[in-house]
């Protein structure tokens, strides 16, 4: 079957390949026809080298498709189903889960040294234990989530990362106050996300920040009441809380630079989420005394920052009810051929979301 694959951490272009086979069918296994997938900045992250990802490797973790068949003792789905990829599956039985925070289960990483696919070559592994990037996948049980018949494939994609991620960063994480000031830094699919889930919650200034005209302009779309590159966010602090910061701000690039930045623009005691997923080495300074006088709350958010699967129905159910535009996050489509031009739009930042139709 067909893949895209990455030969070497670092290399920029994926090789489309027609000799590639999902493994690991058994027990407990499921085998996903793969329909679409939405290309996340974290595959460009791990194709760098940011996030620790063996190789060669198959990108994409935020998929959707149809069960060809299961391994004994899966009951949750059938062949025939359609299920969202996810790539952070619950175990139901780890501390972490019985807190209602499945989002920090580590059952998923477990398999993190074991290849998702092989070729002629060798072994080849999946992004995130999936691999979306190709026609079909094996994954475990609770990877795939069985949805509605009425989410497209496409929407349901975006659902598997982005979305659950931007979303619940501003619904579960930050809770954001019906009134209040808020800034997004970093205005792609997540970022979006971020200012729908803040437009949801009732705030009432959500300043978008981004590079990108193209974006600004989405960003104003999707909720955001006003949208600034970076040179004008100390302005447009200035402006709107009076100089006194945002009561939160949405880090949504992943760098200590931007997170420095998004620290400096939250007002004294106000609220700093995290959801950019950054590197290993990269470090953000902040003193002790600020940290103290200041009384600014960091709240890092791993995947939506609350119960995975009820982020999804949720998500679902704001979505048919028009309280959310998932449809228009959907900036470019493409076949898996034109994969390496799709990389591309994302490093210019001229696409939200690149759906992969497979
Ligand atoms: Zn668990
Ligand atoms: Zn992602």
């Known amino acids: 079957m067909r893949a895209a694959v990455l030969h070497e951490i670092g290399q920029d272009k994926l090789e489309i390949l027609d000799d590639v086979e999902a493994v690991g069918f058994g027990p407990g296994r499921v085998r996903i026809r793969v329909r679409a997938t939405g290309l996340c900045h974290s595959d460009l992250s791990a194709m760098g080298g940011v996030l620790p990802q063996p190789a060669p490797f198959v990108p994409g973790h935020e998929g959707a ?47 993190a040294g074991t290849p998702n696919f092989k070729r002629p070559g060798g072994d080849v592994f999946g ?12 994954v475990d049980a609770g990877c795939a989530v069985p949805i509605p018949d009425d989410v ?7 659902i598997g990362c982005g979305v659950t991620t931007g979303l ?29 889930g803040a437009r949801l919650k009732g705030a009432a200034e959500i300043v978008a920040v981004d590079p990108v005209a193209s974006r ?34 949405f880090e949504v690039v992943g760098r200590s630079t931007t997170a420095r930045t998004a620290y400096e623009t939250t007002r004294r005691g106000g609220t700093l989420v995290v959801v950019g997923a950054g590197a290993l080495d990269d470090f953000l300074q902040l003193s002790m ?50 994969i390496n031009e799709a990389l591309d739009q994302m490093r210019t930042g001229t696409a939200l979301r690149t759906c992969i139709e497979i």
């Open 127 to 138: 992004f995130a234990g999936t691999g979306t990037f190709a026609e079909e996948v094996v």
């Open 65 to 111: 498709g149809e069960v060809l068949e299961v391994g004994e003792g899966v009951t949750r789905v059938k062949p025939g189903d359609r299920v969202v990829v996810c790539w952070l599956p619950a175990c139901g039985a780890c501390p972490a889960c019985k807190r209602g925070q499945t989002e920090l289960c580590l059952a998923g990483f477990m398999n």
């Open 152 to 158: 497209p494939f496409d929407i349901a994609a975006l």
């Open 216 to 249: 600004r302009e989405a960003a104003l779309e999707f909720g955001a009441t006003k949208a600034v590159s970076p040179e004008e966010l100390a302005d447009a602090k200035q402006q709107i809380t009076a100089g006194e910061g945002f009561d939160y701000v």
């Open 289 to 338: 005394f600020e940290l103290f006088f200041d009384e600014k709350r960091i709240l890092p958010s791993m995947y939506g920052g609350g119960d995975v699967l009820h982020s999804y129905e949720r998500t679902i159910a704001l979505w048919r009810a028009g309280r959310i535009d998932l449809a228009g996050l959907i900036t470019h489509r493409v076949p898996l051929t034109e």
């Open 168 to 196: 619940g960063a501003a619904l579960n994480t930050a809770d954001v106050e019906a009134g209040s000031s808020v800034a997004v830094i970093g205005c792609g699919g997540v970022g979006v996300s971020a200012i729908q």
